[in-house]
């Protein structure tokens, strides 16, 4: 029996909006893959907060950001100030948050949640999910109206945004992990330049500051 497992971006959804999400798919465990649980403009989504509307809901919250999150403690795993996935893969603790998902999907409908709308505009399909594919796994992408994309449809998606196609010397697979190296490019976390402004600069040690309280 093929095992499943589902995303989803809690974008700017009203709290009762989301959890319905959450139930149209069944889901019994959400796994928070934010390096920041926190959101000023949604604070509904903030750690504590949701966990306990979860709770109540019947799912149970799973805080991976440590693990799986878009960010790094380990200077080596930046160039010029940004995370560089191929690197971030390789880290003990994100193969360790790998394995707790992998673990997970045995027993429970999982969802992997971060902030993002668009799956393929987030870390959780680009990094994460990259990371997770297996035979015999679905990887599900739950939508902002309910629907579903599969991860295959998803990165059909971005090889088309991104203008890369097969032909007689590129295979579609090859080309599919071209365009996650490329997305991931463009959507990895790039430490806040010194120059930026003060306010920024705060923003972004408080973030950092907070991005392991527990």
């Known amino acids: 029996m093929g095992k499943t497992l589902y995303t989803v971006g809690h974008s700017t959804h009203a709290l009762e909006s989301f959890l319905g999400l959450l139930a149209l798919h069944r889901i019994e465990a959400l796994c928070d893959v934010r390096s920041v649980p926190y959101s000023q403009r949604n604070p509904q989504f903030n750690r504590d907060s949701l966990k306990g ?33 191929n690197y971030l893969v390789d880290e003990p603790l994100f193969q360790q948050g790998v394995a707790r998902v ?69 295979s579609e697979h090859d080309c599919i992990e071209r365009a996650y190296d490329i997305q991931g490019g463009n959507i990895a976390y790039e430490i806040p330049s ?10 972004a040690d408080e973030n950092l500051h907070n991005r392991l309280y527990e």
Do not use: W
């Open 53 to 85: 509307h979860l709770k109540a809901a019947g799912i149970t919250y799973v805080f991976l950001g440590r693990e799986l999150g878009a960010r790094s403690d380990n200077p080596a795993c930046y160039v010029d100030g940004k995370v560089q996935y």
């Open 194 to 203: 010194q120059s930026s402004d003060p306010d920024s600069r705060r923003l």
């Open 102 to 170: 992998r673990k997970g999907i045995e027993d429970y409908r999982v969802a992997l949640m971060c902030a993002e709308r668009d799956p393929l505009t987030c870390h959780r399909t680009i990094l994460v999910c990259r990371e997770l594919r297996e035979a015999g796994l679905d990887i599900l992408h739950i939508l902002s109206d309910g629907s579903i994309e599969t991860n295959d449809a998803a990165e059909r998606r971005l090889m088309f945004l991104l203008h890369i196609h097969p032909d007689m010397l590129t």
